[in-house]
């Protein structure tokens, strides 16, 4: 029967109001309670919630009884049910606001709560986007307009288009710097002859068809999903990225601070050029370019810490060392009268519209690759960062395809590729940014600092825009404070970072960016063909058990050897687990059980076993551990017979196991079973049981049960233990209260079944009374007590 409650009334209101749907439609199943059946010769359908009457496009399914056991599936027919009955014009709407997220926030944009967080971050976002545009162009040798132009339309873009509401994108140091090296790379490429383009035509055209390129190359990534290459770039490796491209950047910015031009390296070793180049060209330094460097420095830095203290409000240094910068040039005449080098030598005219050369496709496609891929890895590093610390959905797909589009856009428009922006984005985050508003005042700031451009920009010292950029570089060394003195916290992330650092300095920052997400690849494989495996130790008076070198309580049973694997079991951590099993096991056996040990261990097995020989177990001498409520044999063991008789195997972490992992728990447990030593699994996932059972484990060894938790594997290894001595001599037998003792019709036989609840101990029972009998009597089985006495 229906239950008459919000759950069963909600989907009534939704299906329709019909009494005959309730009331006969329905069918008796095996248990005899009647189950509703949906009409599927119904045409239409009431959605009180869109006030629309729809007709159906396919059948709605069966729908299974309603009770307490069916609440996922009540929840999820509503939500099937919902969508089938959904007019046309809600889908269309929904489906454009997935594609284009700037209708769905301007719909519900608040304006009393949101527009001043927007308008102070816009303007902070603003005045800092202006210089760091104008210095990265200058990095790449591009036009400073070119870096205007390209935040400006980028930043647009990404507010119709993008997902996370304080990523900001625009010029950066990396496709600055990538740019540059793709030009240095193709300037001696000839244009085609009939195009009658100058040197200067000839740069631009590659920068625009690399450009071209690499969008193209990214909105193929997202439309084909590709983004899921996310998951291999970790924190640790971008981070050794930045501090490596912060260290070129800042090789360059120091040549227009020392006012030098020498030529710039790209490539292999280009770091190591650099600064020979520098010190080659040291006598040839400008003192007044040296001399506006260090005081713009001098301003920067102190505020930069107030602001790093005082986050919620932050004074825009950069953009007031600017305007006093062009204040300075014009009132004293700085170019004139001390030579001061500024930007002039660049064109200020908006970049004209141009079409891409289809011919250098083929020589620029290396380059655009490379632009596209770190382009890439930098914004979908910088989202993803962003949307977990203020717990945003991020779809990688779609902002890869966003960040394709900018670039496919400005490669039309004559500027070079843009990305995600580190300091715009984290001045965005601090100043109270609440929605991409803030990003549309940041572009009407660009806007009118490019309608300005032709007479104020020019009057830029080159000095400036390096220091400028010099006082921004902590967020890309963020990496040495944070990670190279956190060695002790994880040695392999570490490594991943200092070799992508490495990389970066020594092959460029394409090829470093590639070779550390490589090496973080290899050591992610190294540490699963190496997994984690510990030995557990019963916990006195509790059911628990831990790990022996963590928990300082937990006691090892006497002949019982407890092992756990943290991680699953295949081909590629098999040799690994089982020479670990050995080196901790087989050294506690008997030495007549272990046979010929030519078979079983090489000679460092040997060695390493004759030292943990001399170990013993340290237990208490005369002391009862109570493990249960129930009888065993007390016995007195010496040093001599504490032998192991039972290796227990803790599969709780275990994910899978494929084909290999079980042909090696089939060899372990017949190594085992010569030896005369039991191999037991316990406490396995209907997953890794089903594994087992599909492959034949249990068929193919003498052991065929498998227990639901550690603690049911120790009471049966303890009763078997104390069922093959049959009350040994020295021994006293100590019954239960209740009179109730473990018996051998008790032990009967057992397959592993991942169907039965897992209150029972063992996963399967078979026998010649019921079902309900032997349920019951295992789980008293599991309710008994032990009590042991073990010596030195």
Request: hydrophobic share 40%; net charge neutral; with cysteine.
């Amino acid at each position: 029967m229906l239950r008459k409650d919000g759950k069963s009334t909600k989907l009534k209101n939704m299906l329709g109001s019909s009494e005959s749907f309730w009331s006969s439609d329905t069918i008796p199943d095996q248990s005899g309670s009647n189950i509703p059946l949906v009409r599927t010769d119904r045409t239409s359908i009431y959605n009180p919630r869109t006030s629309h009457r729809v007709s159906f496009t396919n059948d709605i399914p069966y729908f299974h009884r309603i009770d307490k056991h069916n609440e996922e599936k009540v929840c999820e027919y509503e939500r099937k049910a919902s969508e089938l009955t959904l007019p046309v014009s809600y889908n269309l709407k929904k489906l454009f606001q997935r594609v284009i997220p700037f209708s769905r926030w301007f719909s519900r944009y608040r304006v009393k709560a949101w527009f001043i967080g927007d308008l102070l971050s816009g303007i902070s976002v603003g005045l800092l986007t202006i210089p760091l545009s104008l210095a990265f162009a200058v990095c790449g040798g591009q036009p400073p307009i070119h870096g205007l132009y390209t935040s400006l339309v980028s930043t647009v873009l990404y507010c119709l288009l993008g997902t996370t509401k304080h990523l900001s994108y625009g010029a950066s140091a990396f496709t600055s710097l990538l740019i540059a090296n793709g030009i240095s790379h193709n300037e001696t490429h000839e244009v085609d002859s009939d195009s009658g383009c100058i040197p200067t035509c000839s740069r631009e055209l590659h920068v625009t068809t690399l450009t071209f390129v690499s969008g193209i190359v990214l909105i193929s990534m997202g439309a084909f999903h590709l983004s899921f290459i996310r998951i291999y770039i970790s924190e640790h490796v971008m981070n050794g990225f930045r501090a490596g491209t912060a260290l070129h950047l800042f090789t360059i910015l120091l040549t227009l601070i020392l006012g030098i031009d020498p030529p710039i390296h790209h490539g292999s070793l280009s770091l190591v050029y650099k600064c020979k180049v520098i010190i080659e060209n040291i006598h040839e330094t400008h003192t007044a370019s040296v001399i506006t460097g260090l005081a713009t420095l001098a301003l920067l830095m102190p505020f930069k810490v107030i602001n790093s203290l005082y986050s919620r409000h932050l004074i825009p240094i950069e953009f007031v060392a600017i305007a006093a910068s062009i204040w300075l040039s014009f009132w004293l005449e700085l170019e004139s009268s001390h030579n001061l080098r500024l930007i002039n030598d660049y064109p200020f005219t908006l970049p004209k519209p141009v079409l891409p050369s289809f011919s250098l496709i083929p020589v620029v496609a290396k380059d655009a690759v490379a632009v596209a891929l770190v382009t890439f890895a930098v914004s979908i590093s910088l989202g993803r960062e962003n949307s977990k610390k203020h717990n945003e959905t991020y779809h990688p797909h779609q902002e890869t395809i966003v960040l394709g589009s900018c670039d496919l856009l400005l490669s039309f428009l004559g500027t070079f590729a843009a990305s995600g922006v580190w300091e715009q984005t984290v001045v965005q985050e601090k100043t109270w940014g609440q929605t991409q508003a803030a990003g549309l005042i940041a572009a009407i700031l660009c806007l009118t600092a490019l309608l300005c451009a032709e007479n104020l920009l020019p009057l830029v010292p080159k000095a400036v825009l390096g220091a400028v950029l010099i006082a921004n570089l902590g967020c890309y060394l963020e990496f040495f404070w944070k990670y190279c003195f956190a060695c002790k916290k994880n040695k392999y992330e570490v490594w991943a970072g200092i070799i992508t650092f490495a990389a970066v300095c020594i092959l460029d920052i394409d090829i470093g960016l590639g070779v550390g997400v490589l090496f973080s690849i290899l050591l992610t494989l190294h540490r699963l063909q190496r997994p984690s495996n510990a030995i557990f130790g019963h916990i006195p008076n509790t059911e628990n058990y831990a790990d022996l070198s963590v928990e300082k309580t937990a006691k090892e049973i006497v002949g019982i050897k407890i092992i756990k694997t943290f991680d699953s079991i295949y081909y590629g951590n098999i040799d690994f687990l089982l020479s670990w099993i050995k080196l901790k096991v087989n050294s506690y056996l008997q030495s007549g059980n272990l046979g010929s040990d030519n078979e079983l261990y090489s000679e460092e097995d040997k060695y390493h076993m004759l030292l943990e020989s001399t170990q013993f177990l340290e237990l208490d001498e005369h002391a009862l551990r109570r493990i249960n409520h129930t009888a065993l044999y007390r016995r007195k063991i010496s040093k001599q017979t504490a032998d192991v008789h039972t290796v227990i195997l803790d599969c709780g972490s275990v994910s899978f196991v494929d084909d290999e992992g079980v042909c090696a728990l089939i060899y372990l447990s017949e190594q085992y079973q010569r030896m005369g030593v039991s191999f037991i699994i316990a406490s396995c996932s209907s997953t890794v049981l089903k594994s087992l059972q599909e492959r034949g484990y249990f068929k193919s060894t003498s052991q065929s049960f498998a227990f639901r938790s550690i603690h049911d594997a120790v009471l049966y290894a303890l009763q078997q233990a104390a069922e093959r001595n049959q009350s040994p001599q020295g021994s006293e037998y100590i019954p239960e209260a209740n009179g109730e003792t473990l018996t051998e019709c008790d032990t009967v036989e057992i397959k592993a079944d991942p169907n039965i609840s897992t209150n029972t101990g063992l996963c399967h029972v078979e026998g010649g009374v019921s079902n309900s009998h032997q349920r019951t009597g295992v789980k008293s089985r599991n309710q008994r007590i032990i009590e042991y006495e073990t010596a030195l």
